[in-house]
Every structure is written in C-alpha cells, then in structure tokens.
C-alpha cells in the first residue's frame, strides 16, 4: 500500500490508469501524496466501492463507519481534479433504475455530481468458491458477444500482475487469481502467448451479466 502513489506516478507516465478502491482510510491518509499525482501526462482516474446504498448493509461487509469514509474519500478525489466513479453490487431482479437514483441522492448528499457514473457488478461469489456453471466457449463467444463487446473482456486487454509468495506472477484477470489455472507465467511476455480459456464461473458470469471492468 505505501508505495501505490509511487506506482502510479510512474505507470500514469506510460498509460491512463483507473483505480480500484475502497476510497476509505488508504486514501483518507495519503490525500496529500496523492495530490502530487495531478498534472500526470495520462489521467487518473479512481472508481470507490460502495456496494450498497444502505448505510448498515455496506458497513456489515466493509467495516463500521467505512460508508461515510468512502463518500468522503471520493468526495476528496473528486476535489482534487480526478475522474471518480462508484461501483455497486448487482441484485437479480432488481429495478436498477432505482437503485441508481438512491445512488444519485446519496452522491448529491455528500457533494458530489449527481451523474458520477456508476458501474454495478452482479454477484462474483466469494474467492476459492465453486458454481457449476457452462464453459464459455469460442462458439458462445463469436455467437452471443459482438467483436466490440468481446473486446470488452479484461482478457482481451490486459492482466493482473500480483506478488505471490515473493515472485511476481501474472494473471489473465483481476477474478481468477483463485483459479492456478489462470496463471500465466513470471512475465508479461510469457503471459502474452498464452491462450485464456473462460472455464471460471466468474467468466461465465462476465459473459452472463455484460460485466466489464474497463472505463478506458
């Protein structure tokens, strides 16, 4: 965590970024670092997870008192100049219109704009978990998802470069790191000429829901 904003610096020197987080108290604490990385050649952007609009409902998940601390951690951000946006969980059958208003009322509450954008992502199930779901394969692929829609995949963009027992490994995406089969080698290059196969029942439900990752 105390190095991120020196990550940042340099990887916002080579490409926009967009960061995943809680907004809570690792970014309440390094506001003042964090500032240092206005001005980037290519823009930050931060999307805050606030997985409900009840107060109660997040904190039991995230940790009493961490509802206000988001708003106010994005809030901040907000303040300083950088793109924000708010990641939801996704209920079956909900009336999302709704929910997002409850969203768009709470952003206004705490002084942010009223169409921040906000991104819901349905249920991923917790790491190391088993749903017996179908293979995505390249026929449901090629059959039911547009080249557009396919390129929104974060297999097809990008990958998660974690530290795994002091070695650095690489991952086909941010949902699998759960899966050793989603290990794609020590490097970028060895990663880059490894097929993805979409076996994991978090692929399915990337492929099920529409989720994407990307605002890039």
């Known amino acids: ?21 809680n907004g809570t108290d690792p970014v309440l604490k390094r506001l003042h670092h964090i500032e240092t990385l206005r001005g980037s ?3 930050i952007s931060f ?8 107060p109660d409902r ?4 995230r940790g009493a008192g961490n509802f206000v601390k988001a708003f106010q951690g994005m809030r901040a951000l907000h303040t300083m100049g950088f793109n924000v946006s708010l990641a939801r969980q996704m209920e079956a059958d909900e009336d999302s219109g709704s929910v997002d208003d409850q969203y768009r009322e709470l952003l206004r509450t705490y002084g942010l704009p009223g169409n921040t954008r906000i991104v819901a992502f349905p249920d ?10 179908p293979d995505v394969t390249e026929s449901c692929m090629t059959r039911y998802q547009t080249e557009d829609t396919r390129r929104q995949f974060m297999c097809a963009f990008s990958k998660m470069v974690i530290k795994k027992n002091g070695q650095m490994r690489v991952y086909a995406c941010t949902l699998v790191d759960d899966d050793p089969e989603y290990d794609l080698g020590a490097t970028l290059a060895e990663a880059q000429g490894r097929r993805v196969r979409m076996r994991h029942h978090r692929c399915y439900t990337c492929f099920a829901f529409g989720s994407s990752c990307s605002e890039l």
Not at 47 to 54: A, K, L
């Open 124 to 133: 991923f199930d917790v790491p190391a978990a088993h749903r017996d779901v």
């Open 58 to 61: 997040h904190d039991a998940g």
């Open 47 to 54: 999307r805050i997870s606030i997985d409900w609009p009840d």
């Open 1 to 21: 965590m105390k190095d991120f904003v020196n990550i940042l610096h340099y990887a916002s020197s080579l490409r926009p970024c967009l960061v995943l987080t």
């Open 41 to 43: 050649k290519y823009p």
